[in-house]
């Protein structure tokens, strides 16, 4: 069955950066984008980025402009979410989700908190 | 790119009532739209997707309609295990990826 497992949870100080890992199992890695998915606390989800697995193409929304950077290990089938300079607004869980038009698996959450 | 607006942002019904839940795009997106079910602290669910089409294992209250701006997600008749937030999400023209507000459904 299709699985996507995410590190665990982080703590980090404002400035810092943090990478969090999504390894996929039970289908073609290379067939299908992973998308990057935020969710703050009693808050929205808010659409992060893009990577397209078998070329390495990624893109992500403008706010994430210079903080964000996905990077993939075929070998592992594993996916890489990597934000820098991080701030408090910056605290939420982090889901990796697999699109196949809109998103039809997600990750577990990892969730990243941001505090001095 | 598209905005999506989800209304209400929040409702409270009863169980056995009939909930709809709407979202409207910024522009036309044919039919690249999804309903999604988040319950406190879990992982979102999909219950929609295409607008129409049930994903496997959701039940049959659960509907979805509409096309080009205007979309309608709804619960026939609302059982204790519905409440929970909803959310669209537009992926016409993906990458990016659009959700909407969200809807929480609270008890009455």
């Known amino acids: 069955q299709v699985q996507l497992v995410q590190s665990g949870a982080e703590v980090k100080k404002p400035g810092a950066s943090v990478k969090v890992s999504c390894k996929a199992s039970?289908?073609?890695?290379?067939?299908?984008?992973i998308n990057w998915v935020r969710q703050a606390t009693g808050q929205g989800l808010e659409w992060m980025g893009w990577?397209?697995?078998?070329?390495?193409?990624?893109g992500h929304a403008q706010k994430f402009q210079g903080r964000v950077t996905m990077t993939r290990d075929t070998s592992t089938s594993t996916v890489y979410m990597e934000l820098s300079s991080l701030r408090s607004e910056d605290t939420a869980v982090y889901y990796c989700?697999?699109?196949?038009?809109?998103?039809?698996?997600w990750g577990q959450g990892t969730l990243v908190t941001v505090s001095s | 790119d598209i905005q999506m607006t989800q209304s209400p942002s929040s409702l409270s019904a009863s169980v056995g009532d009939r909930v709809t839940i709407a979202c409207r795009a910024s522009?036309?997106?044919?039919?690249?739209l999804a309903w999604y079910q988040q319950k406190p602290g879990k992982v979102p669910k999909r219950l929609i997707y295409?607008?129409?089409s049930l994903q496997s294992g959701v039940p049959s209250r659960f509907s979805g309609s509409g096309s080009g701006t205007e979309f309608t997600l709804t619960i026939s008749s609302l059982q204790p295990e519905d409440f929970a937030t909803y959310y669209c999400?537009?992926?016409?023209?993906?990458?990016?990826?659009?959700f909407g507000g969200g809807t929480k459904v609270e008890i009455k």
């Open positions: 989700v697999r699109v196949m038009g809109a998103i039809d698996y």
């Open positions: 522009q036309d997106i044919r039919n690249a």
């Open positions: 295409a607008v129409s």
């Open positions: 039970g289908y073609t890695f290379t067939n299908y984008d």
């Open positions: 990577m397209n697995p078998k070329s390495g193409y990624t």
């Open positions: 999400l537009q992926h016409h023209n993906y990458p990016p990826l659009t």
